[in-house]
């Protein structure tokens, strides 16, 4: 393993390695190193380690102006703190995928990597609708820049989008600059209990639907929350204490009475988590589907564990190992994808963490992994 600790450090080995013809693993924080395929070698063989946890850190924090710019090895947890100081928060609501057992080590730039949204990605939509630019590495050892550090309209390509999700096979990133928004005083959780999962989705998309702006819509089944009958819709609404109220009643007249949840902020961190999976030995799927599909799909699946998100519009499934192929089926027919997040390599390795692409976005994603990276050095065969 190979500590890197500033951007020219970095570029020297990406260029030792294309010499070299050598590709490596990059890691941060480590935290999300089992999703996705087991990377390979293309000469076969273990891969050589890219540690970039040592550039951490916050370059620039201008509260007034809604930006902020980290380097991709700071923890989510110190970006959290030092926002919350000024009454701020990321917008994608970035989860630490603690069902893979580390807690508290997650990396923005692991995040912005997985395109990994929270339960709060509802309202200010995904990671790259947060991330104004960035600089990093490619390929060819080069360090080019995307993007800028305003909130304004991008002309030309806008390459910062790339990165979200391409689970670092495209670049390596130094620094990422961010949009925050104002982090509300209030939250408060309403609990709508005993409604089938076609009752409570329903009432889910009429709040999302509203003009009321949740950062939270979830759906938990009976056996995620015993005793409130057939299963309970989540609704988590924000705002000063006073419009909070009023948000409330509006919302209890759209879909009827509701009680207010105590715990409420700690279970939707824990569901965009994937935290109730964390101690089950399922193979953990997120399924992404128009919402309108969610409480068919989950019927379809009949999975032991599984809860909905985003107003349906993604449906987490822990299902055993002989129905590994089954959630891709499922996910197909109601419109949607399914994603393999947690599995043994075997299993992720015949899978794959995405269904294959059809063959005109399989040829455009190879043109593009080509620009950026024609060797494959970045992490080798993880998409």
């Known amino acids: 393993m190979t500590r890197l600790s500033n951007e020219d450090q970095l570029a020297e080995f990406v260029r030792s390695a294309r010499a070299d013809k050598r590709s490596f693993e990059i ?16 000469s076969g063989g273990g891969l050589p380690v890219a540690d970039v946890s040592g550039l951490n850190g916050i370059v620039l924090y201008q509260p007034e102006e809604l930006i902020l710019t980290v380097r991709p090895g700071t923890s989510l947890t110190e970006i959290q703190a030092v926002l919350a100081e000024k009454q701020q928060c990321l917008g994608f609501d970035p989860a ?7 807690q508290g080590k997650a990396t923005i730039g692991g995040a912005v990597s997985a395109d990994a949204g929270g339960s709060g990605r509802l309202r200010h939509g995904a990671a790259r609708d947060s991330l104004l630019g960035l600089r990093a590495v490619n390929g060819f050892g080069e360090i080019f820049k995307a993007g800028g550090k305003v909130v304004k309209n991008v002309t030309g390509f806008d390459l910062s989008k790339l990165v979200c999700g391409a689970f670092g096979t495209l670049c390596v990133l130094t620094e990422l600059t961010f949009r925050v928004y104002p982090k509300p005083r209030h939250r408060i959780t309403l ?4 409604v089938t999962p076609e009752a409570g989705f329903a009432a889910l998309r009429k709040i999302w639907h509203s003009a009321l702006e949740p950062s939270g819509l979830a759906y938990l089944p009976t056996s995620m929350m015993p005793g409130a009958g057939q299963g309970t819709a989540l609704i988590r609404l924000e705002g000063e204490q006073e419009p909070l109220k009023e948000k409330s009643a509006a919302a209890q007249i759209l879909i009827g009475p509701c009680q207010e949840l105590a715990e409420g902020e700690a279970l939707f961190t824990s569901l965009g988590a994937g935290a109730p999976f964390g101690a089950s030995d399922l193979d953990v799927w997120r399924i992404f589907l128009p919402p309108a599909e ?3 799909t989950a019927a379809a699946l009949a999975a032991p564990l599984w809860y909905g998100d985003w107003a349906g519009g993604v449906v987490w499934a822990g299902l055993p190992a002989e129905q590994a192929g089954r959630a891709r089926a499922v996910a197909q ?7 393999l997040l947690r599995a043994p390599a075997e299993r992720r390795a015949a899978l794959g963490i995405f269904p294959p692409q059809a063959a005109a976005l399989a040829a455009l994603s190879t043109r593009v992994k080509s620009a950026f990276d024609p060797l494959s050095l970045f992490n080798p065969g993880r998409l």
């Open 96 to 102: 630490d995928w603690s069902l893979f057992g580390a």
């Open 191 to 194: 609990v709508l209990k005993d």
């Open 27 to 42: 890691v941060g924080g480590g935290t999300r190193r089992g999703a996705g395929k087991p990377l390979s070698s293309p």
């Open 294 to 296: 969610a409480a068919a």
């Open 333 to 339: 027919q109601a419109g949607g994808y399914a994603m």
